[in-house]
T-cell receptor
Framework: GAGVSQTPSNKVTEKGKYVELRCDPISGHTALYWYRQSLGQGPEFLIYFQGTGAADDSGLPNDRFFAVRPEGSVSTLKIQRTERGDSAMYLC???????????FGPGTRLTVL | GENVEQHPSTLSVQEGDSAVIKCTYS??????FPWYKQELGKRPQLIIDIRSNVGEKKDQRIAVTLNKTAKHFSLHITETQPEDSAVYFCAALGGGRRALTFGSGTRLQVQP
């Protein structure tokens, strides 16, 4: 079946702009995770959804970052007033349930000029 | 929270040799330890994982060992091939945390 997909694959924006990054998890996976990966580093946790609710958003760096998953499937990560330091690869992962194997999407590379 | 340290940051071996990557973790409640391989510009892909109720797991040329007492786990790749060249990440999960905590990665280069 289809794996985790993310769109867009690349996003270039200007400082101060608003961006939305989309994640389509594997069908039937109830758990969805957003991670951020800077060059040369491991992925860092941002937020975790179980179903429609954000079960853990402790990794979001500040209130410019927000994510939703209104129907328990597709999720959107939203970043307001982007800053150059937000430039990174944003990875989405899903798993059948919490604690299960996480499958990663191809990521969205965000560049803030 | 959890802290995962990974060593070495880079590793170069000759084709056919073995490679070992080591990780330590801080939270004794962690109970799931996956290893991901990430090729340049691609997504992390799970290559092997181990849960805290076993000490070793093997899958063909890849093995992982876990020492719960010392809180460290290692990835062993035997008979390395050039296509094993990639960045490898260890991670830990458990203790009520909802997401993986990753190590900083090891860039493995297998010289033909």
């Amino acid at each position: 079946g289809a794996g985790v997909s993310q769109t867009p694959s690349n996003k270039v924006t200007e400082k101060g702009k608003y961006v939305e990054l989309r994640c389509d998890p594997i069908s039937g996976h109830t758990a969805l995770y957003w991670y951020r990966q800077s060059l040369g580093q491991g992925p860092e946790f941002l937020i975790y959804f179980q179903g429609t609710g954000a079960a853990d958003d402790s990794g979001l760096p500040n209130d410019r970052f927000f994510a939703v998953r209104p129907e328990g499937s597709v999720s959107t990560l939203k970043i307001q007033r982007t800053e150059r330091g937000d430039s990174a690869m944003y990875l989405c992962a899903s798993s059948l349930d919490r604690g299960g194997e996480q499958f990663f999407g191809p990521g969205t590379r965000l560049t803030v000029l | 929270g959890e802290n995962v340290e990974q060593h070495p940051s880079t590793l170069s071996v000759q084709e056919g040799d073995s490679a070992v990557i080591k990780c330590t973790y801080s939270d004794s409640a962690s109970n799931y330890f996956p290893w991901y391989k990430q090729e340049l510009g691609k997504r992390p892909q799970l290559i092997i994982d181990i849960r805290s109720n076993v000490g070793e797991k093997k899958d063909q040329r890849i093995a992982v060992t876990l020492n719960k007492t010392a809180k460290h786990f290692s990835l062993h790749i035997t008979e390395t091939q050039p296509e094993d060249s990639a960045v490898y990440f260890c991670a830990a999960l458990g203790g009520g945390r909802r997401a993986l905590t990753f190590g900083s990665g090891t860039r493995l280069q297998v010289q033909p």
